[in-house]
Nanobody, 120 residues
Framework: QVQLVESGGGLVQAGGSLRLSCAVS????????MAWYRQAPGKERELVAS??????????DSVKGRFTISTISGDNAKNTVDLQMNSLKAEDTAVYYC???????????WGQGTQVTVSS
């Protein structure tokens, strides 16, 4: 099993910055891809940014140049996945979810979500 706990959400004015953090623990050695998703009210969950083991980050077009995903390998089978969000816009308002994906056998693990609200 893999456990994900997000932190760092909140209320920020348009143009401001927030940093989300996801603490990952458990059977992390079998995780292949880490990602951040978001879901705005009335909309489907969408992929914001992802990074595969040994790969380069990828971003949704709507956040390119503003968001940065990064991972830190820690001790005791714990990792951290951060999402630095700059130049925030009102349309970035959503619940943000940390995601860990295992390819074989396939599995997705989710955090509980953290609310980000950008006031215009």
């Amino acid at each position: 099993q893999v456990q994900l706990v997000e932190s760092g959400g909140g209320l920020v004015q348009a143009g401001g910055s927030l940093r989300l953090s996801c603490a990952v623990s458990g059977s992390i050695s079998r995780i292949n891809i880490m990602a951040w998703y978001r879901q705005a009210p009335g909309k489907e969950r969408e992929l914001v940014a992802s990074i595969a083991n040994g790969g380069s980050p990828t971003y949704a077009d709507s956040v390119k140049g503003r968001f940065t995903i990064s991972t830190i390998s820690g001790d005791n089978a714990k990792n951290t996945v951060d999402l630095q969000m700059n130049s925030l816009k009102a349309e970035d308002t959503a619940v943000y979810y940390c995601n860990a994906r295992r390819l074989f056998p396939p599995a997705h693990y989710w955090g509980q979500g953290t609310q980000v609200t950008v006031s215009s």
